[in-house]
């Protein structure tokens, strides 16, 4: 049996309705359950929905075998798995933002606000710049509005939260989107079930992206 | 109680591995806790974790826990061409734990075949592997590759030494898709792009794998590769020992520091890589060295999961004992029980916790049962 580890929420919906057209299909996904495991009837699967922070995490420490999980929080946490498929939804992009008109002063260490340490760490180190990181957990938008950070790295999406807030992109850092990930021992001693798994997935993307 | 039923799994392993390594001529090599923290801040690649825990020496050097043990052994190994040395270590090494970003102690218990390492050197080190995995008692892979393939592919894809590092890098996750997308970034001629992108795919039983191999070797390096892997397989599969040998090119380590064979084994219960080790010529080289070395080292830690002894009684019987109890009485109670081999705790109330097979009351040196025992 395969134990697959989804996000709770929009991003696993989806992944879901992507290994049903694919095959694997669990009854009580599709119910309003609050169980936190859940298995199909043919006891192929085994589906744990867990934050989406979390899911590298499961699968790295051999909890869940494989998962799916956004490359936001795959770089951040820096797990040490597989990464065999770019899934190519929950698409977005990490960048830097800044309020608008604003003119970064290169004399004194950059104020970043962000919930992403790591990613900014290493992106404004390979830039030779030096900053001051401070993690929030939420509402970063705010943060160079009331003066707490020059700067903003975060995930942008449409960009309307950004220009509510009266900010702008101002350097791009990576693209974002849901990756499939496996556990290294796992694809050593369960490699035909996880094979078999990504294949029909990728026959599923490939027809979506024929269709029109 | 008789000493190899106090021994837990861990420490039965330990010795079983330690008599494995032994019987083949390897012997134990000594050495301290602490090194030069210089000899880490040299070879940082070689690492698996860039952090150290340093600590000052009476004489105001910088000194550092070992994170590894390969280092020391090639720093003080003195073999010359025409020479083998055969050395075993079970040593603590002191590492960033992945889970919590804190030192930890590790054991780690390894091989190295240090001198001239012919095609004999490498079954046998290759051999110890495979007997070091089947000793857990769980089922193993031993994943093997070898570095020319992948380096000398990359070289003669003219990667620099940047794009050489994250295309590894890529290629060590399997991420072909990013591979891809670099590749193409990077302008690398389809020729070459075209055999670098299915490096995160090689992989799978080896006679096949070596085939696919053999059809997209290109280059001196690996031609080379796929001759010496060729070689080894037919030396094993002859010895029997193939069963759990697989091979997959997307095992890389530092370019820098290994030049030829390189493998990896899983044990089924692990989440993690339990044994890793390769052949590192070039780290020889850089201590001025003449001669080879292929080694391996086995993670205790990794495998605490697998050896987990199934939780049962702290203590066979729990010998409980009054006020009005003399010493002498109670020692003569407990020795008759201890000469059964028992493991026996006497104390004047039971320990909270404690599981105990049964309990018993002393009274006046004589042992009753007592009803509804803990």
Redesign the interface.
């Known amino acids: 049996m395969l134990n697959v580890a989804l996000p709770k929420g929009r991003l696993g919906d989806k992944v879901y309705r992507l290994f049903k057209a694919a095959g694997y299909d669990c009854a009580a996904m599709e119910q309003d359950d609050r169980r936190l495991v859940l298995t199909d009837e043919k006891g192929e699967m085994s589906y744990l929905l867990v934050k989406p922070s979390d899911v590298a995490i499961y699968v790295?420490?051999?909890a869940a075998d494989v998962g799916v999980v956004g490359k936001d929080v795959l770089l951040e946490g820096g797990s040490?798995?597989?990464?065999?498929?770019?899934l190519g939804f929950g698409k977005c992009r990490m960048a830097e933002a800044a309020p608008v008109g604003f003119r970064e002063d290169r004399q004194r260490p950059l104020r970043v606000a962000t919930k992403y340490p790591a990613i900014a760490r290493r992106f404004y180190a390979a830039q030779s710049r030096e900053i001051e990181i401070i993690k929030l957990n939420g509402s970063i938008e705010l943060a160079p509005l009331l003066g707490l950070s020059d700067v903003i790295v975060d995930i942008v999406e449409t960009g309307t939260t950004l220009r509510q807030n009266n900010l702008e992109v101002t350097r791009e850092i990576l693209p974002v989107s849901a990756r499939f990930i496996a556990?290294?021992?796992?694809?050593?001693?369960k490699?035909p079930a996880i094979s078999g798994l990504l294949s029909s997935i990728q026959a599923q993307l490939n027809q979506k992206e024929e269709r029109p | 109680m008789s000493v190899p039923d106090v021994l837990g799994p861990q420490e039965r392993l330990v010795l079983s591995l330690r008599g494995l390594y032994e019987s083949y001529g390897y012997t134990r090599f000594p050495m301290r806790r602490f090194e030069e923290y210089a000899l880490y801040l040299e070879n940082k690649s070689f690492l698996t974790s860039e952090s150290v825990l340093s600590f000052t020496n009476a004489s105001g050097q910088l000194m550092a826990l070992k994170p590894d043990v390969t280092l020391s052994i090639v720093k003080r190994a003195r073999p010359e061409r025409g020479q083998v040395e055969k050395l075993y270590y079970h040593e603590s090494v002191y590492r960033l734990s992945a889970t919590d970003h804190e030192f930890t102690e590790i054991g780690q218990l390894g091989v190295e075949l240090l001198g001239d390492v012919d095609l004999y050197g490498a079954c046998e080190v290759l051999r110890l592997a495979i007997e070091s995995l089947r000793l857990t008692g769980a089922d193993f892979v031993l994943d093997v590759s070898h570095m020319g393939f992948a380096g000398g592919l990359l070289a003669d894809a003219g990667l620099d030494g940047a794009q050489r590092e994250q295309a590894s890098r890529l290629i060590r996750q399997k991420n072909a898709h990013e591979l891809a997308r670099m590749l193409s970034q990077w302008q690398v001629p389809p020729f070459y792009a075209g055999r670098i992108s299915q490096l995160p795919t090689l992989c799978g039983d080896f006679t096949q794998t070596l085939r696919r191999a053999a059809d997209i070797a290109v280059g001196t390096d690996m031609k080379q590769a796929v001759g010496e892997l060729s070689s080894l397989y037919a030396a094993l599969d002859a010895l029997g020992l193939c069963g759990h040998v697989r091979l997959d090119f997307s095992i890389l380590n530092d370019l820098d520091y290994y030049n030829g064979l390189v493998f990896q084994g899983y044990v089924e219960g692990a989440p993690r890589v339990a044994l890793s080790g390769g052949r590192y010529d070039k780290l020889m080289r850089k201590f001025g060295k003449a001669g080879d070395g292929l080694g391996f080292a086995v993670y205790l830690d990794q495998l605490q999961r697998v050896l987990a002894r199934p939780a049962g009684d702290d203590v066979d019987v729990l010998v409980l004992y009054g006020a009005q109890d003399e010493a002498p009485g109670i020692f003569r109670a407990l020795e008759e029980l201890r000469a059964q081999g028992l493991r026996v705790l006497a104390a004047g109330t039971p320990p909270p916790g404690l599981r105990a097979g049964r309990t018993l009351r002393c009274r006046n040196g004589e042992l009753e049962e007592v009803s509804g025992a803990c």
């Open positions: 790295e420490h051999g040490d798995v597989y990464e065999l498929l770019d556990n290294k021992a796992a694809m050593k001693f490699e």
